[in-house]
Every structure is written in structure tokens, then in C-alpha cells.
């Protein structure tokens, strides 16, 4: 096998790799033809592919970064792995190796120094060793690799291969596990408003290879291509509005004859992108009518799991306040007399809406927390799009909320649980109601009772008693909020072994023992003593990667009026974080005890006066880390802080333009 190298400006790249001699010949006269220089022609001891380049670097005895490339076939990169394996370091984000794939010849068309980066590769790290088929070789992986990095091109050179000779287990996992991942990337993108023209011109041929892949229609993810496609034309296409709409309704329907199981979702669709029509046309009382009747359909197949959202959608949010694009050519009068309609037509809807709610909330559907959970979605949704607070009608939620105080269900999920004690949870903060906050306690209960490992859960239910320990509190009835208070540490207290096994619940328990102690009134309290190696305990368990636990540390040296200590935790931050920390600065400098601490008052000042110097085209980028920070003294920080002011002032800036 034979390998072409380049060396510019001190970093080597791979521009060719063949077992034709005469190939590789030709493509070395080109490259030299193209200005190329520096380029090295390498015979390596391997038969064929797959070929692996293996990069690794090294600092030479002049300070100096180089890397270099070792060639290995299958065996010999499945041996590099077992052996990294046995000779790991504490950080895991390091990089021992980067290993680029070669699965036939491969010839950079190109003119250039470094394209390494488009060729299929993987960066070897503690996570990527811990991936139990680590050992089975990138050919295993490939494919998921390049739906990773959206390598359409790479998928496509293995459908091409794959319809030909592909075997039916290949040509699926190129159809799910490349196609269909990245087309549910491109479906979250496009509800986020980034994905490109390109990537939307891009739906329908990847619906249609993921069809031809599996050898049937996909009408799944036709339905969602067409929908997307229906919602950019309303924005930017009026003549392509109706024919997308038209596709998508036929796709959603095919899918419906296709796949029974996918009939709640599929009414929920139709009645969806009859919604956009409705609002398209200003108010289209066809389609607004076409989109209840689907809607109601589909809630009729499961209440419990239907999109009770959608309907209130539909009854409760006004078309004139919606924000996206209408159709154009109506005069004002016009308009107004659509939207009109509408509030017409919608008060004999919420009627219905309240009877078919009321008539399938029995112990058989358990709908109540489904509704009142769509309820919040509605106001939630009025908020984000700043209408007026009177949209929201809120006597009717205050009825399913009190509803679904009752909700149980004996055949549940984690999940649903876990949503429903955080819906519980902040409702009941939101009204001051303790008896919302004690149906939030009793789910998070549950999951703690049922669940192996629940040490989060451990968490909210302890959040959850502190809040109706500070609501008696504001009430002024001590013994209740003494009582509560207790009862969250005491939740605490008989899990600790998944607290302490769990570093950010363990963080968050350090805080609330931090609330504990600096509580007026006579609830049980940790001593400092052991408030503090907590912290400690904390600190190092996040590796530097999180401020809660250093902003605990300072708090803490503020306390007792450390300013020696509270300054060697601010510095140590800041060099863990650097620019990262200003939020955190500017209310350390707004506490009303800093400005009694004179040279920690100063720091934080010239602190913030720094990161005004540096502002402009800082990236983050920091040189100490946490294991080497750890063993450091407090002068060796303070020094190692004034080493990197320098050289934040001195490096290149990015043009972030």
C-alpha cells in the first residue's frame, strides 16, 4: 500500500492512499503540478483495505507540536484500542489518537494542504472507549459516524454500493440508522427555524432512498417531509401551497392505511395542516372545521395519550393574532369578516371541547392531567408570543387542575410520573398552592419507590418539601415550615448513598445544606465544618467543570470572612471559566458585605474591567485544568492567573464575522 503526505507549516495531512502504484505515481505529478511541495511518498506493509491512518502528536524538545501517521489494517487498530484501554488519563475530553478510515483508495481531488477534516474519521477519547462495540472496528460504526456529521455524500456513495449488491440487513441500517437520523435532525432543525433551503430542497430525496432502501413507501416520513415543505411554502412559496398541502394529506392518508398503530398520529397531522390552511386563508372556516373533526378523531383512539393542545389551539388562539404569512390579495373589509367568523363560530366549540373533556375523564382514560397539561401548554404559548393574558381562559384550567390533582394510574412510565411531579411542582409554585406541591411529593415518591437508581428524583422530592416549607414560612406558621424543612433533609438523609453516587444531585444537596445553614429559623443545620468538605467533596467531583461548586466555596470563605480564601476561589475560577465567570463577578461585586473586603472588592473590579479588554474576539480556550489545578497552591494560582491575563491580551483574536 502506498501513502501520500504533505508537511505544511508544521502539521502533516494525507492526500492519497492506493495499492496501484502507477495511480498513485500519476496523482503525485498532479499534485506537484498543482504548486504542491513538501510531499512524501511512503510505502506501508499493508495488502488492502480497510486502511487506517492513525494521528497522534507529539511536542518535540523545543516546545514544538508535530504530528505524525501510522498505518495499520483492522487487526492492528482493534489492538490500539485494547492497549489505549489499559492506559487511560483522568481527562476524559483528552484526545490519545485521531484514526481516519480508508475503505477503498482514496485520492484528494482537490489542490490543497488539509482537508482531514471531510474524510470519515473518529477522535479517540475516554468516551469513545467506553463504547461497548469500540472493539468491532469504524467500519462497524461508519454509518451512524457519518449520519452524525450529516456526510450525505458518504451515505450516498453507500447507496449507491448498497442498492447493487447490498445485503437487505445493510441497505435497513443505511435506511434507519444513516437516512431516517438525519432526516430527524433536519425535522428538529427545521421546527427551530435553521435548517437551509438546501436541506429542505433535500426532504423528499432522502424519503425517497430510505424507501428504495427497504424495498416499501415510507409514508411516515413523507407525511413530515410534505408538512415541512406545506409550512416553508405558506412562508416563501404562495404558488406551491395548495399542491403541498394536497401531497401531504395524501401522505398522511397512505400512511393510515399502512400503519394502524400510527392512526392517533395521523388524524392529529391532518388536523394540523388543515390548521395552516385556516390560518393561510386568514380564517378558513372549511379547513378550521375539517381540523376539528380530525382532531376529535384522533383524541377518540386514546384520550389519555390524545393532543388535547392542538384542539385548544384551535378554540382558544385567535387567527388574527398568529404570526405566520397569509395568503395576499384580500382587501381590509375582507379580512376583518374572516376573522370575524371565528369568533363566531369558536364559543359553540369550547362548549363541546368542556363536554367531551367532562365525558372521558373517568377512572378508565385518566384524561385530567393530560388536559390540564395542555392547558399549561396554551398559556405558555400565550406568553411566548406576548398576547394578551385574557386569551387564556383561566377559570376552565384552575377546573382541570384541581382535576388532575386526582390523576393516578396504575400501569405508568417513568416519564410520566416525572412529568407529572414537575407539572405539580410548579404550578403549586406558581399559585402558592401547598396542595399541588404535596401531589408533586407523592409522584416523586412513587418513582423513588419503584425506580432502581433515582437519585434525582430523590432531589425533587427534597426541592419540593423545601418550597412548601418556605410557603408556611411567608404564612408565618413556624412549626409547619420547621416540619417541612426537616422532612426534606430527612428525604436527604435516607437516600445518601445515591446522592453522594450522583455529583450534580450531590452539588444540589450541598446548596440546600448551604440554605439550611445560613436559615433563621431552628431547622436542622450542618456545621461549617462539614458544609465545607462537602463542597470540597463537590468541587472535585466536577472536575472544573461546573461554577455552582466554586461559587459555593466562595460563598462559604465569605461567611466566616475568609478574604484570603474567598480570593484563591475566585482566582481558581476564573481560570477554569475565565470569561464564563462574569455573571457570576457582577453579583459577587453587587453583595453588600464585598465592599468590606478591600483587595477582593478591587479584584472583582479589575476582573471586570479585564473582560472589557478582552471581549472582542475571545474564544474560550483554557490551558489549566482540573486535575492539574487541584494540586496547585495558592500562589501558584494566583501567579497562573496573571500568566493567562497576559496571554488572553496577547493572542490572535478571531473575527467572529
Known sequence: MQVIEIHFEGERSVLAVSHGKEKINEHLELLKEAGLANLTLKTVPLEGFPVYAVETHKIDDAGSEHNHFEYVDEQGYVQMIQMQKQHRVEDNFHVYFTAYYFEEEYFQQEPGHHHMDYLDHAQVDNYFLNDED???????????????????????????????????????????????SVFAQMDYDFACGKLTDAGISLLIPIAEKISMLVGKEQWDVYSRAYMMLLEDAIEKHEDKVEHYFNEAERAVQANMLDSLED??????????????????????DKHWHRALEFINTSIALDPAEGDWFTYLQLIYIPYDVRKNKR??????????????????LRDNEIIKFRALGISQNDSRHAVALNIALAYKRLREYVEWYALADSLFPEHDYQYWLNEAVNWKKQKTTRMQLTEAGHFFHAEGNRYKRIDLLETAVAHFQRLI???????????YKASALEDISDIYFSKNNHNEGVNYRNQATQCYRDHISLV??????FMHY????????????????PAMAELEALAAISEDQGEGMYSSPVMLRIRLALLQEDEGEALYHIVKSLILFELSMEDHIKELVQMPQIRGFKKLYALLND?????????????????????????MTPQEVFEAWEERKEALRNREKIAWS
Open 134 to 180: 469500540v472493539e468491532k472496528g469504524l467500519a462497524h460504526s461508519r454509518i451512524s459516524r457519518l449520519a452524525g456529521r450529516w456526510d450525505l455524500d458518504g451515505l450516498d456513495k453507500l447507496f449507491t454500493r448498497y442498492m447493487a449488491s447490498g445485503s437487505p440487513a445493510e441497505k435497513e441500517e443505511l435506511a434507519y440508522h444513516g437516512y431516517l
Open 510 to 525: 450541598t446548596e440546600y445544606l448551604e440554605r439550611c445553614y445560613i436559615h433563621p429559623a431552628d431547622i436542622i443545620k
Open 607 to 631: 476582573t471586570l474591567a479585564f473582560f472589557d479588554e478582552i471581549r472582542e474576539g475571545y474564544y474560550l480556550d483554557t490551558k489549566i485544568k482540573w486535575a492539574q489545578l487541584r494540586e
Open 449 to 459: 419507590e419503584q425506580v432502581v437508581d433515582a437519585p434525582f428524583e430523590v432531589y
Open 327 to 344: 395568503m395576499e390579495g384580500l382587501t381590509e373589509p375582507e379580512i376583518k369578516e374572516r376573522y370575524k367568523k371565528w369568533h363566531e
Open 500 to 505: 453522594e453516587g450522583n455529583p450534580s444531585v
Open 263 to 284: 392512526q392517533q398520529e395521523s388524524y392529529k397531522q391532518l388536523a394540523q395542516i388543515n390548521d395552516m390552511l385556516a390560518e393561510y386563508y386568514y380564517f378558513d
